[in-house]
């Protein structure tokens, strides 16, 4: 069974939007972890945020915000004020007790100026 | 957050070849990881680079295929032997630091390799 879902394939949003990206969750572990990351058309994976399954609050960092949503096991990210620099792949992951991380399939985000 | 160095950034060889992908990290770290991505997919792990043991490799990958060093805790190689253009893809090495209570997973740059 798939662990982590994305349901959007590819997305458009208009520079200066909002832009949200779907991600679901499968685990029965009570402690887990949810990533998201950034890859360009350059290939690196650039680290973006990071929510705990504990973590009482909804993990911001600058534009990238994870709204996390524990019983319907949902972690979508938004992308404030979108700039052209945010066109890229973008994939979420999550660590389940020990360390393995498992991905998505990703969404390709295309900034339009 | 950790700097990871990943060489080559790119390669393109031979079949029947073999590539050694080089990780160093600027400090200390638990956790050292090799991924692959093939074209168009996900991130698929391919194995836990253990400092001074064998690597602990996931379902679907053999020492033979992906043979693996960690001599230290910054520094491990990856190698893919015996090539065939199916192994075209990218090859990224992942770290975590656990000892610190840090929890995030960052990744060297990539290695996008085609074989032909």
């Known amino acids: 069974a798939q662990k982590i879902t994305q349901t959007q394939p590819g997305m458009f949003v208009q520079e200066k939007e909002a832009v949200t990206l779907d991600c679901t969750y499968d685990?029965?572990?009570?402690?887990?972890?949810l990533f998201w990351y950034k890859q360009p058309s350059s290939g690196e994976m650039i680290f973006l945020i990071y929510q705990g399954s504990y973590d009482q609050q909804n993990a911001t960092e600058g534009r990238y915000s994870l709204n996390f949503q524990k019983a319907r096991k949902s972690a979508n990210l938004v992308i404030s004020a979108s700039q052209l620099g945010d066109s890229a792949m973008y994939f979420c992951?999550?660590?389940?007790?020990?360390?393995?991380?498992?991905f998505g399939a990703g969404t390709t985000v295309t900034v339009r100026a | 957050s950790a700097v990871i160095s990943q060489k080559p950034s790119r390669d393109i060889c031979q079949r029947g070849t073999s590539l050694t992908i080089q990780c160093q990290v600027d400090?200390?770290?638990?956790?050292m990881f090799w991924y692959r991505q093939q074209p168009g997919q996900s991130l698929t792990l391919i194995a836990t680079a253990n400092q001074g043991s064998e690597a602990t490799y996931e379902s679907g990958f053999v020492i033979d295929k992906f043979p693996i060093s960690r001599p230290n805790l910054t520094f491990s190689t990856l190698t893919v032997s015996n090539m065939s253009p199916e192994d075209s893809s990218i090859y990224l090495c992942?770290?975590?630091?656990?000892?610190?209570?840090?929890?995030?997973?960052?990744f060297g740059q990539g290695t996008r390799l085609t074989v032909v």
């Open positions: 685990t029965s572990d009570p402690s887990y972890g």
């Open positions: 400090s200390q770290v638990t956790m």
């Open positions: 992942s770290v975590e630091d656990r000892d610190r209570g840090n929890t995030e997973a960052f």
């Open positions: 992951a999550m660590r389940e007790g020990g360390y393995k991380l498992s």
